[in-house]
T-cell receptor
Framework: KQEVTQIPAALSVPEGENLVLNCSFT??????LQWFRQDPGKGLTSLLL?????REQTSGRLNASLDKSSGRSTLYIAASQPGDSATYLC?????????????FGPGTSLSVIP | DAGITQSPRYKITETGRQVTLMCHQT?????MFWYRQDLGHGLRLIYY???????DKGEVPDGYVVSRSKTENFPLTLESATRSQTSVYFC?????????FGPGTRLLVL
């Protein structure tokens, strides 16, 4: 059974620092991996989606990498800002047509201190 | 307004009562989903729908019923609410692979 973990559970950094969030999954047979952001009391917003054939995706100050063989993905945030404070979740999709195999990690709560 | 909306945003009910959570999207996305989010369990898929009149179970479907008579609506019904169904419920929709989430419904079952 696919299990997704995220380390650390919480992170507090000063503004301007570069940081890395980690996502690990136990079954490397994935279709894609997606990173989401969740603000308190709100829904999830998609940040980046990486297909299983890709190694990384970039959007602005965000860069996500994928290493299927080791079951890892990282989300790199450059020059962090207070507005980046939120919970970041990764989600792994196991099959091309099977939405019931989308497994979410527990999230990393990020605080960026001005 | 365009997007995906959920109602009510907050709901308190008692055990044994029937509760329906509503989800509406304006994009005409084919796929719609219901998740619950709980501390210690993260987000778990309850039901999903690939199109109108097509629904399928997710990871935790017991105690829930869904329907999809129209593409834009995907209501979730708790037939007889239990305390274990206290949670935050999120609806999502997608056309291709990116999912778009609603703001959530906080449900408390007393």
């Amino acid at each position: 059974k696919q299990e997704v973990t995220q380390i650390p559970a919480a992170l507090s950094v000063p503004e301007g620092e570069n940081l890395v969030l980690n996502c690990s999954f136990t079954d490397s047979a994935i279709y894609n991996l997606q990173w989401f952001r969740q603000d308190p009391g709100k829904g999830l917003t998609s940040l980046l989606l990486i297909q299983s054939s890709q190694r990384e995706q970039t959007s602005g100050r965000l860069n996500a990498s994928l290493d299927k063989s080791s079951g890892r993905s990282t989300l790199y945030i450059a020059a962090s800002q207070p507005g980046d404070s939120a919970t970041y979740l990764c989600a792994v999709r196991g099959g091309e047509t099977s939405y019931d195999k989308v497994i979410f990690g527990p999230g990393t709560s990020l605080s960026v201190i001005p | 307004d365009a997007g995906i909306t959920q109602s009510p945003r907050y709901k308190i009910t008692e055990t044994g009562r029937q509760v329906t959570l509503m989800c509406h999207q304006t994009w005409s996305h084919s796929y719609m989903f219901w998740y619950r989010q709980d501390l210690g369990h993260g987000l778990r898929l309850i039901y999903y729908s690939a199109a109108a009149d097509i629904t399928d179970k997710g990871e935790v479907p017991d105690g829930y019923v869904v329907s999809r008579s129209k593409t834009e609506n995907f209501p979730l019904t708790l037939e007889s609410a239990t305390r274990s169904q206290t949670s935050v419920y999120f609806c999502a929709s997608s056309e291709k692979e990116t999912q778009y989430f609603g703001p959530g419904t906080r449900l408390l079952v007393l």
